[in-house]
């Protein structure tokens, strides 16, 4: 089964502290997504990796990066929180055109 | 631009009641995937349809594909308190292989006993 795992499940910071978010996945998949989801925004993609080292801007990427040293592991970085990032952010893992297989989610609050 | 609309948004029934979900684009899909999601975890994909005109079912749940591919539905029969949670259409990209998604906004359903 795959398994997609986001490091922390609740995360409080403050508005211009740097947040790192991280994600795991055990299936040498190819494509690894962030995305954002609001009540009813549904999940929106703020970036996606479809190799090491690779990385393309999704709808939302203003005041986001992302790092993909390594295969299994995608990172969301917040450069300087907004409490408009306040949100749940969700990563998935996919390969080719299969469908997504998501982690539970961070929920994070910008203070 | 892309653009999913889910309809409705919220969604508050007895159980037993029948109830039917829409996604609709003026775009083309070369796939549409249905998701639910229950609070504190993630989307679990329900059902991935790829030809137009094409119905799948899973248990109570009979999902359809548009014969243009632009538009599905999701109905539930005879509902349960079990399938009270957030619904989710989404619509493949482009036909590469990046499995890139556009959401709808979700249907969050609630069936009471």
């Known amino acids: 089964d795959v398994k997609v795992t986001q490091s922390s499940r609740y995360l409080v910071k403050r508005t211009g502290e740097k947040v790192f978010l991280e994600c795991v996945q055990d299936m040498d998949h190819e494509n690894m997504f962030w995305y954002r989801q609001d009540p009813g925004l549904g999940l929106r993609l703020i970036y996606f990796?479809?190799?090491?080292?690779?990385?393309e801007k999704g709808d939302i990427p203003e005041g986001y990066s992302v790092s993909r040293e390594k295969k299994e592991r995608f990172s969301l970085i917040l450069e300087s929180a907004s409490t408009n990032q306040t949100s749940m952010y969700l990563c998935?893992?996919?390969?080719?055109?299969?469908?997504?297989?998501f982690g539970d989610g961070t929920r994070l609050s910008i203070l | 631009t892309q653009l999913l609309e889910q309809s409705p948004q919220f969604l508050s029934i007895q159980e037993g009641e029948n109830l039917t979900v829409y996604c609709n684009s003026s775009?083309?899909?070369?796939?549409l995937q249905w998701y639910r999601q229950e609070p504190g975890e993630g989307p679990v994909l329900l059902v991935t349809v790829v030809t137009g005109g094409e119905v799948k079912k899973l248990k109570r749940l009979t999902f359809q594909f548009g014969d243009a591919r632009k538009d599905s539905s999701l109905h539930i029969t005879a509902a349960q308190p079990g399938d009270t949670g957030l619904y989710l259409c989404?619509?493949?990209?482009?036909?590469?292989?990046?499995?890139?998604?556009?959401f709808g906004q979700g249907t969050t359903l609630q069936v009471k006993p």
């Open positions: 775009s083309v899909f070369s796939s």
């Open positions: 989404a619509g493949a990209r482009d036909s590469s292989n990046t499995g890139k998604l556009i």
């Open positions: 990796s479809y190799d090491v080292k690779m990385k």
């Open positions: 998935a893992s996919g390969q080719g055109s299969q469908p997504q297989h």
